[in-house]
């Protein structure tokens, strides 16, 4: 059974960092694309980031790029984000989700997320 | 950036109605169209890729068109487990991967 299980979320303040993990089974990890969704509260979804399964492919939403980091531990079954210069307009349901073989396949699976709340 | 129009933004049929959502790409994106449905407190689930392809498991009352730039999903004879949002995702140009900006469909 795919499982797929985030953590890492938290309340932070403005400015600061964070790290989000994904915590992969249930599948070859090291074959899949992975990415990072996220959902403020009451809206839509917004893809964040992905990465292809070998990290030769890495790209971001333009709303985090320059701040946000993606990454994968292939020998961990996981997948991060790592987070800077958090405003309040970050405050969201973060979600990681597997891909396929190349990132431009859609998402199968999905974690329950793990909630970021940026305020002072 | 390849954008996403959703239509409607929301939708109000009965059980057993016909329900259509469209979406719109700002460009050529072929076939190269997810859709995605959300139940409240709950991961968005696949349900079609690429444009017209049910995934294994989604109900044939499930459909969906369209190729280019305009695309439909249609649920036909609603059914109560139905009641959800629903999003496209264009998966013809990374990055972004970008999603429309959902349609909820709620009960009337």
């Known amino acids: 059974e795919v499982q797929l299980v985030e953590s890492g979320g938290g309340l932070v303040q403005p400015g600061r960092s964070l790290r989000l993990s994904c915590a992969a089974s249930?599948?070859?990890?090291?074959?899949?694309?992975m990415h990072w969704v996220r959902q403020a509260p009451g809206k839509g979804l917004e893809w964040v980031s992905g990465i292809s399964w070998n990290s030769g492919s890495i790209g971001y939403a333009d709303s985090v790029k320059g701040r946000f980091t993606i990454s994968r531990d292939n020998a961990k079954n996981s997948l991060y984000l790592q987070m800077n210069s958090l405003g309040p307009e970050d405050t969201a349901l973060y979600y990681c989700?597997?891909?396929?073989?190349?990132?431009?396949?859609?998402?199968?699976?999905w974690g329950q997320g793990t909630l970021v709340t940026v305020s002072s | 950036d390849i954008q996403m129009t959703q239509s409607p933004s929301s939708v109000s049929p009965s059980v057993g109605d016909t329900v259509t959502i469209t979406c719109r790409a700002s460009?050529?994106?072929?076939?190269?169209l997810a859709w995605y449905q959300q139940k409240p407190g709950e991961a968005p689930k696949l349900l079609i890729f690429?444009?017209?392809s049910l995934q294994s498991g989604v109900p044939s009352r499930f459909s969906g068109s369209g190729s280019g730039t305009d695309f439909t999903l249609t649920i036909g004879s609603l059914q109560p487990e139905d009641f959800a949002t629903y999003y496209c995702?264009?998966?013809?140009?990374?990055?972004?991967?970008?999603f429309g900006g959902g349609t909820k469909v709620q009960i009337k």
């Open positions: 989700a597997k891909g396929g073989m190349t990132t431009v396949t859609p998402f199968d699976y």
């Open positions: 690429p444009a017209s």
């Open positions: 460009r050529n994106i072929t076939s190269w």
């Open positions: 995702q264009q998966l013809h140009g990374f990055p972004p991967l970008t």
């Open positions: 249930g599948f070859s990890f090291d074959d899949y694309a």
